[in-house]
């Protein structure tokens, strides 16, 4: 899939998010089924690490002797998330949401032609 495509799909996946965030007034705990390795495990078995965090999308907790742990996660994921947080806080971005919803709700929103969306999606 190109780039840009991703991309885009990102943000319609962030916008999503954070609309139904916003709509529902969802108060949100950040509860991750992660798995945790020690720093050894993870200096012993890197490549394998990587490539599973990076594969399956899952971050990975390693914890240090003193306590102290670090999570690896892929950069598209990061970026992800990066984009979402921007969303959630940004109000400008949070009421064109809303606003979008309720005209969609509503019925009375643009509804965009077949070749309009093959031009945004790339189809």
């Known amino acids: 899939m190109p780039k ?5 799909g990102r943000q319609v996946d962030s916008l999503v998010r954070a609309h139904l965030l916003y709509l529902y007034r969802i108060s949100v705990h950040l509860v991750l089924d992660m798995d945790t390795v020690s720093v050894n495990q993870f200096r012993d078995k890197l490549k394998t690490f990587v490539e599973q965090v990076v594969t399956n999308h899952t971050p990975l907790k390693v914890t240090l002797r003193a306590g102290d742990a670090f999570v690896v996660m892929s950069a598209d994921d990061w970026e992800r998330e990066q984009e979402t947080l921007y969303v959630l806080q940004n109000n400008s971005l949070m009421k064109q949401i809303a606003e979008s919803m309720a005209t969609h709700n509503k019925g009375s929103g ?14």
């Not at 643009?110 to 189809?123: D, F, H, Q, W």
Request: no cysteine.
């Open 110 to 123: 643009y509804t965009p032609t077949r070749e309009e969306l093959n031009e945004i999606t790339g189809i």
């Open 4 to 8: 840009d495509q991703r991309s885009f």
